[in-house]
């Protein structure tokens, strides 16, 4: 990154914070040089409807069912790098896709999607077909389709008119075909000599324009960015970081902030999640929905908007709250309009111990039991999620004989959770794991399964005292501030940051560039997301490609 | 059929024009093959289905395995629910997983292995499963090469992998099945007019223009994600062939009823929800297996692990396994011991599900093999000893039922390559490492 973006930066007015965040951090010194792999990612299901919105706009009805977006090394985003389609996947491809097809052709919509009408209404038109074709395939595709390819869609086109006698439903079945191409539905990356480098390969000008747009948007490179590809420009550093500005001082950023937290706090469980219908009646799929959006709100607000220090969200009293979280929180939310289902921002008062993201209910909920809480699969949840930290599987043969003595009714009977994983602790066997994640738990144990407050188990008191890597603490706000202290949560964001990015876990140089600089420069901006997601959409190391000696010979 | 033998179907059917009622019963053919295609099967024309049912957190020893090897006489408690049905089970005992000192995976490396042959080294799998060699054999000229489906509420519920790690979606919604088999999609083989659309005959021509591009896409792209874009072409392969089969006109299948839409309903894994998902996927499964929708089949009830749970209980049948202590006079868990015997009461409604339909000379369970299989022994330790293996059904007759066998320590791939070989499979052994086997169970083959 040189001086001369920044100051051209500083000069326009009409940039928001954003650059003058990065105006003020420190200019990077060379960043030392990495390099990865191509990866191949299928698209996910958001990024599918994503794409459908943007080509045919919001009132198109997607109809049918999304495959499950599998997660590897904590993410859907590399999930989606080894991600295949089996038969019913495939079918549901074609069922979506021809639905949508149907209406982009049909007569209210015809107008607005097509550039040109055919001579005859019953027959084939090369011409008005080939030119349809070409406009949505360069944007399903996400690059111009090459004379080939498109003689092979017109001619399906062609076929299929002339057999049922009617241009719209062949312009129907070769649209839906673009949608059920493994060009559209996977992401491919093509590479090429890099110029200004000899024996260095680095992702064409398309490929960088998907990965770029797929990190900062969620979505497919729009006609701008695509025009910019076409002409090269985003080779250059110039070309390169005005587009760059361009999608990230967009709304739509916010798309992708939102896509990347929903990922790496695993909220695809919402799915799944399950609470006892009997002993938390009121906890039902509405309540869900709305725990899951005020997370994702109040990261949004808190990275985006008020470019906070990511950390402080571990210890944020504010959040935004409807008047159903109100009252599984048991606060009162009053809606300025009287709307029932309205969010409100919500600040909990000075010594609350509602504070930080760990004491949502989406936090909460989706890592606890149907019916109690677990301060194992919550100590868990901090470690992998949070900390990227590994806890390993438990072992096959377990030795529950003092736990089972000590469940019975009478003198000895332990009353509180924590009294019940203590007898783990003591065992030799379950020591190891349960030490580096019961403690965790233990402090946010105030939280019921669904996140309701509560001051005694059993009749006992709960005790959320405990120590994360040897920094104390007495209960889940300072927990809060214990986490926020570790320097593992930030290295951890950039991380996954990364490897939502790329689609894959970093390289060796790639993960000596995070260390060295990425991390160090997040630190001196104040870790501040915005800063953190420019710099790694400008450098020039996030598309510098690392070729396999197989794949050498097809480089250019 | 053979690929080459639909490729020149396509060719024929495209020379017709569009408009005129074709019927090309070729389906009728394949009702009279074996399931190798060579010859006439036992007399009977009906084709030989294949379903694995899966259930959670096994059985305990001793009380579920009859006494004595041979024929079933009486069953253990927690097979109570079978016991309408005895005679038409074999009860596998005593079988298990040898690991060779790899790492157990909780509630995956028994399960895996079993369903697989070879005990995981990682979590993930290198091999597929029982149920996709079985597809391959003897699913591929159906609608639907296998269709899986789940009582959990869960579509990541899938013990149905293929070939490089590839789990198959679990249908988790009974009105969502239902749509897809018996949406506008359906031909019924017992209409009595048939009209092929051309708009579907128009389909086939534009997903060529997919497959055309398949040469140069794979050249592009290294070993792993050429392999993936395989198996997208292979998955584009079957929706092709169902494209095709709906440009024939079946041939009848006396057994074949369209069943009324399920309607919408809740599904989870409270325990009785899940025993009424679970019958309700057996009921449109059968009606699927009857219209020969598809010959194999999957189905999970609970999952490995076992969710299930009763409402009102914060304890889940998972954390009974782990944490209720064995009752010092009973001698076993007795609320563990209570979600088994439903989870066997619900593998009981799937056989008497099947065995409700009458076909041919006898009823659809004469014509299927059902093996259902778990996840581990003795499930408070994760124990992969004395695992619990069940089969129903006569598979066109090539098997005895009522039969208990003791395994004495083998692995349980034992069963899983007498399932293939009944099932027509030539193959002489199965499994890799100690789970690799040769000894075919000769006490249930006829």
């Known amino acids: 990154m040189n001086t001369f973006v920044f100051a051209k930066l500083a000069a326009t007015t009409i940039l928001i914070a954003i650059a003058s965040s990065v105006v003020g951090a420190p ?34 009805v997607i109809k049918g069912r999304f495959e499950p977006d599998p997660r590897a090394q904590q993410l859907v985003a590399v999930g989606s790098s080894s991600a295949s389609i089996t038969a019913s996947g495939m079918e549901q491809y074609v069922h979506i896709a021809k639905g949508i097809a149907a209406q982009v052709v049909d007569e209210q919509h015809r107008d607005q999607f097509l550039p040109c009408r055919p001579a005859a209404a019953t027959a084939p038109d090369d011409h008005c077909s080939a030119k349809i074709l070409a406009k949505f395939g360069r944007l399903l595709f996400r690059r111009p389709l090459q004379e080939a390819e498109l003689a092979d869609y017109v001619k399906a086109s062609n076929v299929a008119a002339a057999r049922v006698g009617d241009f719209y439903s062949g312009l129907q079945l070769s649209l839906a075909a673009l949608l059920e191409s493994p060009q559209f539905l996977f992401v491919h990356e093509q590479m090429q000599n890099d110029p200004r480098r000899s024996g260095s390969y680095r992702l064409d000008a398309w490929s960088m324009a998907s990965r770029l747009s797929f990190f900062l948007w969620n979505t497919a490179p729009d006609t701008r960015l695509l025009d910019a590809a076409d002409r090269g420009e985003l080779y250059t550093n110039d070309g390169l970081a005005r587009q760059v500005d361009r999608l990230l001082t967009s709304p739509r950023v916010e798309v992708s902030v939102r896509a990347f937290f929903t990922d790496m706090l695993g909220f695809d469980a919402f799915d799944a999640l399950d609470k006892d219908g009997m002993l938390y009646p009121n906890f039902n799929a509405l309540v869900a929905a709305d725990a899951r959006e005020q997370t994702l709100r109040t990261i949004v607000d808190h990275v985006l908007k008020q470019q906070r220090d ?32 309205e969010w409100v921002a919500f600040e909990y008062p000075q010594g609350s111990a509602q504070a930080g993201i760990l004491t949502h209910a989406s936090f909460l909920a989706l890592h606890s039991h149907p019916g109690r809480s677990s301060p194992t699969l919550r100590g868990k949840a901090v470690r992998e999620v949070l900390l990227c930290q590994k806890v390993p599987d438990p072992p096959a043969n377990v030795n529950f004989e003092n736990f089972e003595a000590a469940q019975k009714p009478g003198p000895g009977q332990l009353k509180t959770v924590r009294d019940r994983l203590h007898a783990h602790a003591s065992e030799p066997m379950c020591a190891g794991c349960h030490k580096v994640t019961d403690p965790i738990g233990l402090a946010l144990e105030n939280f019921d399964t669904i996140a309701s407050f509560r001051q005694t188990e059993n009749g006992s008191a709960i005790d959320t005292s405990g120590e994360l890597d040897g920094a104390a603490f ?55 997301l915005p800063g953190l997601l420019r710099r790694i959409a400008v450098s020039p190391n996030f598309y510098r490609i690392d070729a396999p000696e197989a794949l050498t010979a097809k480089a250019d | 059929m053979s690929r080459k033998e639909l490729l020149t179907r396509r060719g024929m059917l495209q020379g017709m024009l569009a408009g005129s009622a074709v019927y090309v019963g070729l389906p009728f053919l394949e009702c009279f093959l074996n399931n190798s295609g060579t010859a006439l099967a036992n007399g009977m024309p009906l084709p030989t289905r294949f379903g694995t049912w899966f259930w959670g957190l096994g059985l305990h020893s001793g009380r579920w395995e009859p006494q004595k090897a041979g024929k079933i006489e009486q069953l253990g408690p927690e097979l109570a629910g079978l016991e309408r049905v005895k005679d038409k089970i074999n009860v596998y005992s005593m079988m298990k997983v040898h690991t060779d000192g790899r790492p157990v995976f909780v509630h995956f490396t028994g399960n895996m292995s079993q369903l697989t042959g070879t005990v995981p080294k990682t979590n993930t799998l290198a091999l597929p499963t029982i149920d996709a060699l079985v597809a391959d054999a003897i699913g591929t000229s159906t609608r639907f090469r296998s269709l899986e489906v ?7 519920a899938s013990y149905s992998f293929k070939a490089g790690n590839v789990q198959q979606t679990s ?21 009595a007019t048939f009209t092929p659309d051309p708009k579907v005959m128009a389909e086939q021509s534009v997903l060529s223009a997919i497959t055309d591009q398949r040469l140069g896409l794979t050249r592009q792209v290294g070993a792993a994600d050429r392999a993936r874009l395989d198996e997208y072409f292979t998955s584009l392969r079957q929706v092709e062939q169902q494209v095709e089969l709906q440009l024939q006109k079946p041939a009848p299948l006396e057994a074949c009823s369209v069943p009324p839409p399920p309607g919408e309903m809740p599904v989870g894994t409270e325990i009785e929800t899940a025993m009424h998902t679970n019958k309700i996927m057996a009921g449109l499964l059968a009606h699927a297996l009857a219209c020969d929708q598809t010959r194999v089949f999957n189905m999970v009830f609970s999952e490995a692990g076992s969710a299930l749970r009763r409402p009102g209980n914060p304890m889940t049948h998972h954390i009974y396994s782990h944490e209720e202590s064995v009752d010092e006079q009973l001698g076993y868990q007795p609320n563990v011991s209570w979600f088994s015997t ?6 009981a409604t799937v056989i008497e599900t099947l065995d409700g339909v009458k076909e041919g000379d006898g009823t659809l369970l004469d014509h299927t093999l059902l093996l259902a299989s778990t996840d581990t022994g003795f499930a408070k330790v994760h124990s992969l000893e004395n695992m619990p293996v069940l089969t129903a059904g006569r598979a066109g007759g090539r098997m005895k039922t009522g039969i208990h066998v003791i395994g004495r320590g083998d692995p349980t791939t034992r069963v899983g390559l007498t399932a293939m070989q009944a099932l027509g499979m030539s193959l002489s052994s199965w499994g890799t490492g100690s789970m690799q086997t040769s000894k075919t169970i000769g006490e249930v083959l006829v």
């Open chain 1, 27 to 60: 200019a990077a010194a060379q960043d030392t040089q990495s390099a990865g792999p191509l990866v191949m990612r299928r698209l996910t299901q958001e990024q599918y409807r994503n794409i459908v919105q943007d080509v045919f706009g919001a009132s198109m």
């Open chain 1, 474 to 528: 007495a209960d889940a706000a300072t927990l809060g501030k214990t986490l926020r202290e570790n320097p593992q949560a930030p290295a951890c964001l950039t991380k996954r940051l990364f490897a939502y990015a790329t689609g894959r876990v970093a390289t060796k140089s790639e993960g000596e560039w995070l260390k060295q600089n990425l991390q160090v420069q997040f630190a001196a901006d104040g870790y501040k």
């Open chain 1, 310 to 341: 990511y950390r402080d969200l571990f210890t944020t009293r504010k959040t935004f709250l409807t008047p159903l979280l109100g009252s599984l929180y048991r606060v009162p939310v009053a809606t300025p309009n009287g709307y029932p289902q």
């Open chain 2, 150 to 156: 789940t009582a959990t509420g869960n579509a990541k």
């Open chain 2, 171 to 191: 249908e988790a919604s009974p009105a969502q099945v239902y749509a897809r088999l018996f949406g506008p999609e359906f031909r019924d083989p017992n209409s």
């Open chain 2, 342 to 347: 439903r989870s066997m009461e619900a593998f």
